[in-house]
């Protein structure tokens, strides 16, 4: 088809084959897109977790009703009102808490937060209530079954969300993206959305300020640059796109935004904008009005104080409690490790918090003289930066190319956890040849402790680019939070099984 080029528009349903190609007309005049977005698979996941939401307060009721009951006289049976009552206030604050609020479903911790809320209201409405009329028999259901059933609810939204994920692991239930920006900016966010598939972005076109693409071209990684600055509106008339997306542009000013949300009004297009604060995000980004100016204000991230205190001990405390539990585990690696030659630990000086060095300890994978042979090895180097990997070390033992495959060998670092010279969650442990090649930037990631995991790990670990690699370290230490940690180490769990990245 002349002047035209195909490319997928419009996001699929929940179930069934992903969304046809449309011509959509690449010219500079920025005809609109001559269909409307298919959103059903939206109201679909909607319902899907309003029905889990009622099954699952409906069942888990039914059941602590009856255990509630159970050799209880007529006279004590006021728990069956009070089950009844506490489902009723479950029902009403998920809706209240934006529980069911569709744009959060399936990506980051928000959609848990609200369900949090949900419960954590329900709850106290629930026991203000019986306290109130002094009736002793709401307490079981505010200390016991109604967390209860908050835990439940997570578990549901957590499979939910796992079959959600599968989906756009197949390219379904995805969100039409127009990206606009520089040529290098609509690259980055395309980079970044193709690594978290999850999130539900697909960006499907972009509008550059010249028209064009990377060098001239008509695309930028692929996806079409379908007009310049001026061709926004004509293709959001189109309603071919569900979210416009805007990063850095040379004449993209504050008037033009604002033009561009007042045209997105009334409609059911998201407007999403990079402030360009790389990697800050959370808690440490404030609104503040001047005037009726708002203003983005930043705080300064926290190394010290109360909040470390309560990360160095719950390191310390879930350290020992998993070298306890993995003693038997202990003494069958250093059995295969002994066994394959040479020593059991292997013990390496490493970079910790604010530049002190450490030992850290490891089970061996390699070969006694792997050190010396390392220099060998140099021009087989496949890591960028001043990191050394290869997915087929010949150093590696047999023994210790399974301990790496499933992180088995960095079990021991769980000691340095407990001695304090590293943290469970944190940026990876450098070598002091890699710190001597560190520019200023990279060299923040010293100001906490390194960690057995982090946010590098849980991403692709050796996969990662040297730069992609100091790019999530900074945001962790940016960015850092209790519940980052236990984000993390949850979805550790997930890499190591999956052995992605290992080697």
Not at 131 to 146: E, P, T, Y
Request: glycine residues 10%.
């Amino acid at each position: 088809m002349s002047g035209h080029s195909e490319i997928r528009t419009g996001a699929p349903v929940w179930q069934g084959d992903p969304a046809p190609t449309l011509p959509v007309q690449r010219s500079r005049s920025a005809a609109a897109f001559p269909h409307t977005v298919d959103t059903r698979w939206q109201s679909r996941v909607r319902r899907l977790a309003i029905a889990a939401d009622l099954a699952v307060i409906t069942a888990c009721t039914a059941l602590f009703v009856v255990i509630g009951l159970t050799g209880m006289e007529a006279a004590d049976r006021a728990r069956l009102v009070c089950g009844l009552i506490g489902a009723a206030l479950l029902v009403a604050a998920l809706p209240l808490a934006r529980a069911w609020d569709g744009r959060v479903l399936g990506a980051g911790s928000t959609e848990f937060l609200r369900l949090f809320r949900a419960v954590f209201g329900a709850t106290v409405v629930l026991g203000l209530g019986g306290l109130s009329l002094m009736v002793s028999s709401v307490r079981i259901w505010v200390f016991l079954f109604v967390p209860l059933i908050g835990g439940a609810l997570a578990v549901s939204r957590f499979v939910l969300r796992k079959v959600l994920h599968h989906q756009r692991g197949r390219g379904r239930a995805m969100l039409s993206v127009l990206a606009v920006g520089s040529p290098e900016s609509v690259a980055d966010m395309v980079r970044r959305t193709r690594r978290d598939v999850h999130f539900g972005w697909r960006i499907d076109g972009a509008c550059t300020p010249t028209g064009r693409g990377t060098e001239g071209g008509p695309s930028v990684l692929g996806v079409p640059v379908i007009g310049d600055l001026d061709s926004i509106g004509p293709l959001l008339a189109g309603k071919a796109f569900q979210v416009v997306s805007v990063g850095q542009a040379p004449g993209w000013g504050a008037g033009r935004l604002q033009r561009l949300a007042w045209e997105l009004e009334g409609s059911t297009t998201e407007l999403a904008v990079d402030p360009g604060l790389m990697e800050i995000a959370g808690p440490r980004m404030h609104i503040t009005p001047v005037d009726g100016l708002p203003l983005l204000r930043l705080s300064q991230p926290r190394f010290t104080g109360v909040p470390r205190a309560l990360k160095l001990t719950f390191d310390r405390i879930l350290a020992t409690a998993l070298l306890l539990l993995a003693a038997p585990m202990f003494l069958v690696v250093a059995i295969a490790v002994k066994v394959d030659g040479g020593p059991v630990f292997f013990r390496q000086e490493r970079v910790g918090i604010d530049g002190r060095t450490f030992r850290m300890v490891k089970f061996r994978s390699m070969v006694v003289d792997a050190e010396a042979r390392r220099a060998a090895l140099a021009a087989t180097n496949e890591a960028a930066g001043p990191l050394f990997k290869m997915a087929s070390d010949p150093r590696v033992t047999r023994v210790g190319a399974l301990l790496r495959r499933y992180s088995l060998d960095e079990l021991p670092q769980l000691l340095n956890v407990v001695g304090g010279s590293m943290s469970l969650v944190g940026p990876r442990p450098p070598l002091p040849a890699e710190v001597e090649a560190y520019e200023d930037v990279a060299r923040r990631r010293l100001l906490v402790r390194p960690g057995m995991t982090g946010l590098w790990q849980v991403s692709g670990r050796s996969d990662l680019s040297w730069e992609e690699s100091v790019r999530l370290d900074l945001r962790y230490v940016e960015n850092w939070s209790m519940a980052m940690d236990l984000t993390i180490l949850w979805k550790t769990a997930g890499a190591v099984l999956g052995s992605r990245g290992a080697y």
